[in-house]
């Protein structure tokens, strides 16, 4: 089934360890994001990918990094995780600027 | 810069109840508009867009009608199931951006 696959589900990491969420679609899409998810404050685009090669910072970058080496890929680095990155991240890929997003599942980060 | 609004929830409401969730943007240019639902433990998917002014969306017996005089794209439904209860979120995308705005999102809780 065409989409985008997040890995893992869910994990618990200990404050100060790295680490890297996993993002797949097979759709072939031109653009690429990271959002997180935290109650109250909707979604927040932390970086994007407008073509394999490329990305650009969101609202609240900082603390994470992300690379685009192909199109099908787009990983999203904790370098030194901190408690206040404990949220739901997703990530999404369109087709281009004016078409709807497909999301993933999420991914449940919890930082202690 | 490009935002949308929406109202706040939760909205509650009987089985079988209208609904409507308000919407407004503002954009530079002429965006796209969608409306996502987004179920527990899931991510978001597209409940229905519109790409042009007077525009309407429908899917699901949900409606949203593109305003332009005032930049509006409120969701509305004549009868409302307990299956219906998500998050939905309103969002925009503009050409060339890339960078899709969403609102905070509604909560939707409906009671047999």
């Known amino acids: 089934i065409a989409g985008i696959t997040q890995a893992p589900t869910s994990q618990i990491l200990a404050a100060g360890r790295r680490m890297t969420l996993r993002c797949t679609q097979d759709m072939r899409h031109n653009a690429m994001y990271w959002y997180r998810q935290d109650l109250g404050l909707g979604l927040r685009l932390i970086h994007y990918s407008n073509t394999a090669g490329t990305t650009g910072k969101g609202e609240v970058p900082d603390g994470y990094s992300v690379s685009r080496a192909n199109t099908d890929d787009f990983p999203l680095t904790l370098a030194s995780a901190v408690p206040s990155q404990t949220s739901v991240y997703f990530c999404?890929?369109?087709?281009?600027?004016?078409?709807?997003?497909?999301f993933g599942n999420g991914t449940r980060l919890t930082v202690t | 810069g490009d935002s949308v609004t929406q109202m706040e929830g939760p909205v509650t409401l009987s089985e079988e109840a209208f609904l409507t969730i308000n919407c407004t943007y503002t954009?530079?240019?002429?965006?796209?508009l969608f409306w996502y639902v987004q179920y527990p433990g899931e991510g978001l998917q597209l409940l229905l867009k519109?790409?042009?002014?007077?525009d309407k969306g429908s899917n699901k017996g949900f409606e949203a009608t593109y305003r332009k005089e005032t930049t509006s794209f409120h969701l509305e439904k004549g009868s409302v199931q307990v299956s219906d209860s998500a998050v939905y979120f309103c969002?925009?995308?503009?050409?060339?951006?890339?960078?899709?705005?969403f609102g905070r999102g509604t909560s939707l809780i409906v009671h047999p």
């Open positions: 519109a790409t042009k002014a007077d």
């Open positions: 999404a890929s369109s087709e281009d600027s004016n078409s709807p997003l497909h």
């Open positions: 969002a925009q995308s503009s050409g060339g951006s890339y960078i899709p705005t």
């Open positions: 954009a530079t240019g002429y965006p796209s």
